[in-house]
C-alpha cells in the first residue's frame, strides 16, 4: 500500500500515474573515483527500478550535472551519498537520505527504497538531514563519522586564515620590526608595516572563531553557524571569563560541537506551525548563541582561568629546580595547545622574568615556540604521501610562520590529527626546551623563533639553533610515524574518504585541485584542457585515454598473483615505454599509496597509481588478471581488471584527473566491463576502451 506522502508508481485502474522522481548528490572529500561510481550505481539502480534520477556529482574536477530549483521542487527524495559536508539548505521540505559514499556503491537499491520513508529536511520535521540521524549501513559508525567531517569541514575553512594571518605578521615583522627589550618584537606605530601587521593580526583573530562555526555548521547546518562562530571569539578571548589567555583553537573545537549539537537538539522542539518559519532565522540562534556564550563563560572558562593562575603558580615554585627539568616542562606546554593558557602561562612566565634579569627561562620558551610549525612543515616534506595537496602548501606556509616564531601556523595539523599531532609536538618542544635550558641559551625579548637570534635577541646563538632544529626534527619524525600507524590501522576498513585514505587518488592531489577543470558530460571546458582532451581526427584512431594508454601499456593476461608482485608487473610494462626513469621508486611510490588504503574499487576493479618524478610524462597501462587478486575491495571481490596510472610531480593534475573520473564512472557498466573481459588480444581491449569518452 502506497503512503499518502509518497508518489504513486505506475497505473491504477488505467490511469497513468506520476513517475517517482529522486535527486542524488555524490561526494568525497578528494572526490575522484569513488564520487562518480556511487553516482553511476545509483543511476543504474533507479533505471532498473523505472525511477527518474538525476545525480549531481561534487568531485575534484566541480560540480557536474548540477540540480536545478526546478529539479529540487519536482523531486519526491534526495539521496546524498557523501563523506563530506554537502549544502542541505536547498533541500527543505523534501525527503533526505544521507549516507555514506561507499553505501551509495554497494546498495543502491536500498537507498532508493528507503528515501521514500526518510525525514523531511526543515518543513517543521524536527529533524535535520544533517543530523546524526541519518543511513550509513555502518551502526555505530554514524556518530564518529558526524564529528570527523564536522571537524575537518572547520579546519578547512580555517587554513586561508592562518595562511594569511600568519603570512603577513611575518612578512611585516621581518621587514619593519626591530627587537626592543619589553615589546619583542616592535613595528613603530602608524608605519606602513604597522598596517600590514594588523591586517595579519585580523585574520588571526578570525582564525579560531571560523573554526569554530564551521565546525558548527556540518552539524547544525546554517542556524549553527552564528552560535558556532560567536562561541569561538568567547573562547578565544579570555578577558570574559577573567582569564590572560583564551581558550585558543581547542575551546575552538568545544565551542564548535557544542554549538552544533545544541542546534540540532533545539530543532527536535516541537513549536506550532506559525513560528516554525522563524525558528531557523531567529529562534534558534539567539537561544542557541545566548546559551552557549553563557554557559563557556560561566562553567568552561571559570576552570581556564584557575588552570592559569596555578600554573603560574606551579613554575614560580620550580625557577631554582633543574634547568634541563624546567626547560622541557616549559617546552611541553608551550606545545600544547599554540595559544591557549597552557601556552600562554609558560610564554608569560617566562616573559616576566626577563625584568628580573632572569633571561634564560624566555630562552627556554624562544627555542621550543618555533617547533611546532617548523615541525610540521617538515612533516609534509619528508613524508608527502601523508598530506593532501593543500595540506602540503600549508606546510610551506608553517615553515615560513616558525623562523618568525609564530606557533599558530601548527594550528591546522594539531586541529585535523589532534591525537597524533598534538603528542608530536609536545615531545619535540620538551626536546627543545631541555637542550636551551641546559645550554642556559637566553632570550632578551618576549619573543622567539629564530628571527630574534637574527636580531640579535638571543645569548648563545650556536645552541639556540641546535634546540630549535633538534625540537623540529624530533616532532616531524614523531608525526609522520604518528600518522603512518594511524592510516594503517584503516587499511581493510570501509571506505571512507579521507586525506590520503582509500580513495584511489592521484597520490598528493588535494580536494582544490581540479578547479576550473573539465567538467566532462556538461558546461564548457577551458581551452588549453580541451585542447589536451580532444584529439584531432587523425591521432583519435591511436590515441586511447588521450594517447597515455597505448598498446605497449597493454597486457591481457598478468601473470602476478599478489598485489605487490601486481604492481611491480604493471611497472614494467609502463617502462616498455621509456617514460619511466625509474622502476623500483615508481613501484615504491605505487605501494606506499597502498598502504594509505586500498586503490580497489570493488566489481573486480583496482586502479593503483603513483605521482613520483620516476616518470617523465604522465602514462596509463591496463592488465587483466584471469584469477583475480585480492585487493582489498569494500565489496570482497578480487580485481580482475587493473588499470595503474603514473603522472610525474610537475604534471598538471585537471586532465589526469578527468580521465580517471571517466574510467570510474564507465567501469560501473556492467556492459563495458564484460566487453573488456572478453577482448581477445591487445588491439581488442584499446578497441573496448575508445569508449572512455
Not at 68 to 88: C, F, L, P, S
Not at 115 to 143: I, L, M, N, Q
Not at 203 to 211: A, C, W
Not at 606 to 631: L, N
Amino acid at each position: 500500500m502506497t503512503r499518502p506522502a509518497d508518489p504513486p508508481i505506475g497505473g491504477d485502474g488505467g490511469e497513468q500515474q506520476k513517475k517517482l522522481k529522486l535527486l542524488a548528490v555524490t561526494a568525497c572529500p578528494t572526490g575522484i573515483a569513488h564520487t562518480y561510481m556511487a553516482a553511476e550505481k545509483l543511476s543504474q539502480a533507479a533505471e532498473s527500478l523505472g525511477i527518474d534520477m538525476k545525480v549531481e556529482t561534487q568531485g575534484s574536477i566541480g560540480a557536474e550535472n548540477v540540480l536545478t530549483d526546478n529539479d529540487v521542487r519536482e523531486a519526491d527524495g534526495i539521496i546524498i551519498a557523501a563523506d563530506k559536508d554537502v549544502d542541505r539548505a536547498r533541500f527543505a521540505g523534501k525527503r533526505v537520505l544521507s549516507v555514506g559514499v561507499s553505501e551509495g556503491i554497494s546498495h543502491p537499491e536500498q537507498l532508493i527504497e528507503q528515501v521514500r520513508s526518510a525525514p523531511v529536511h526543515g518543513g517543521g520535521s524536527g529533524v535535520d538531514g544533517g543530523s546524526a540521524a541519518t543511513t550509513s549501513g555502518g551502526g555505530g559508525g554514524k556518530e564518529r563519522s558526524l564529528a570527523y567531517k564536522a571537524l575537518m569541514n572547520g579546519v578547512s575553512y580555517m587554513i586561508p586564515f592562518v595562511v594569511v594571518g600568519g603570512l603577513l605578521i611575518a612578512i611585516s615583522l621581518s621587514l619593519g620590526g626591530h627587537t626592543d627589550p619589553k615589546g619583542g618584537l616592535v613595528i613603530p606605530d602608524d608605519s606602513f608595516w604597522m598596517h600590514v601587521n594588523q591586517i595579519g593580526v585580523i585574520g588571526f583573530t578570525l582564525m579560531v572563531p571560523i573554526l569554530s562555526g564551521y565546525i558548527a555548521y556540518a552539524i547544525g547546518d546554517r542556524p549553527a553557524l552564528v552560535p558556532g562562530m560567536i562561541g569561538g571569539w568567547i573562547a578565544n578571548t579570555g578577558e570574559l571569563y577573567d582569564s590572560k589567555a583564551g581558550a585558543g583553537f581547542i575551546g575552538a573545537i568545544v565551542t564548535g560541537f557544542l554549538a552544533g549539537y545544541l542546534v540540532l537538539w533545539i530543532k527536535k522542539v516541537k513549536v506550532p506551525k506559525f513560528a516554525q518559519p522563524i525558528m531557523p532565522i531567529i529562534v534558534i540562534p539567539i537561544v542557541a548563541t545566548t546559551a552557549l556564550g553563557l554557559f563557556f563563560i560561566y562553567v568552561i572558562g571559570k576552570p581556564i582561568s584557575w588552570i592559569f593562575e596555578h600554573l603560574t603558580d606551579w613554575l614560580s615554585g620550580m625557577t631554582g629546580t633543574s634547568a634541563i627539568l624546567l626547560g622541557a616542562i616549559l617546552g611541553l606546554m608551550i606545545a600544547f595547545d599554540m595559544g591557549g593558557p597552557v601556552n600562554k602561562t609558560a610564554f608569560l612566565f617566562g616573559a616576566g622574568l626577563i625584568a628580573t634579569g632572569n633571561q634564560t627561562v624566555m630562552g627556554m620558551c624562544a627555542a621550543a615556540i618555533p617547533v611546532m610549525p617548523l615541525g610540521q612543515g617538515l612533516a609534509t616534506l619528508i613524508r608527502k604521501r601523508l598530506y593532501n595537496e593543500q595540506e602540503r602548501e600549508t606546510g610551506l606556509a608553517a615553515l615560513f610562520m616558525g623562523f618568525f616564531g609564530i606557533s599558530e601556523g601548527a594550528i591546522p595539523f594539531a586541529a585535523a590529527r589532534p591525537a597524533q599531532v598534538i603528542p608530536a609536538n609536545m615531545l619535540g618542544g620538551a626536546v627543545a626546551g631541555a637542550i636551551a635550558g641546559q645550554a642556559g641559551v637566553e632570550d632578551a625579548v618576549p619573543h622567539g623563533g629564530p628571527i630574534v637570534a637574527v636580531l640579535g635577541a638571543v645569548g648563545g646563538v650556536p645552541m639556540f639553533f641546535v634546540a630549535v632544529a633538534i625540537g623540529a626534527v624530533v616532532t616531524a619524525l614523531t608525526t609522520v610515524t604518528l600518522v603512518d600507524l594511524s592510516e594503517r590501522k584503516r587499511r581493510g576498513a570501509p571506505v571512507v574518504d579521507v586525506p590520503g585514505g582509500p580513495e584511489p587518488v592521484l597520490a598528493g592531489v588535494g580536494a582544490g585541485a581540479g578547479a576550473g577543470a573539465v567538467a566532462s558530460g556538461s558546461s564548457a571546458t577551458p581551452p588549453k584542457a580541451a585542447a589536451a582532451a580532444a584529439p584531432s581526427p587523425a591521432q583519435e584512431e591511436d590515441e586511447v585515454l588521450s594517447g597515455y594508454l597505448t598498446e605497449q601499456t597493454v597486457k591481457v593476461r598478468l601473470d602476478s598473483a599478489d598485489k605487490d608482485s601486481a604492481i611491480r608487473e604493471m611497472a614494467g610494462l609502463l617502462a616498455a615505454t621509456g617514460k619511466v626513469n625509474d622502476v623500483d621508486e615508481l613501484v615504491a611510490t605505487a605501494l606506499r599509496r597502498e598502504a594509505q588504503g586500498t586503490t580497489g574499487l570493488g566489481e573486480e576493479i583496482a586502479i593503483p597509481h603513483a605521482k613520483t618524478d620516476a616518470v617523465s610524462s604522465p602514462v596509463v597501462g591496463f592488465a587483466r588478471s584471469s584469477e583475480g587478486i585480492e585487493w582489498g575491495a569494500i565489496d570482497g571481490t578480487k580485481a580482475k581488471l587493473i588499470f595503474m596510472i603514473s603522472v610525474p610531480e610537475s604534471a598538471a593534475g585537471d586532465e589526469h584527473l578527468r580521465i580517471l573520473a571517466l574510467l570510474s564512472r564507465k567501469l560501473m557498466d556492467t556492459g563495458f566491463r564484460e566487453r573488456l573481459e572478453a577482448a581477445p588480444d591487445e588491439a581488442a581491449i584499446l578497441e573496448v576502451l575508445r569508449e572512455v569518452q
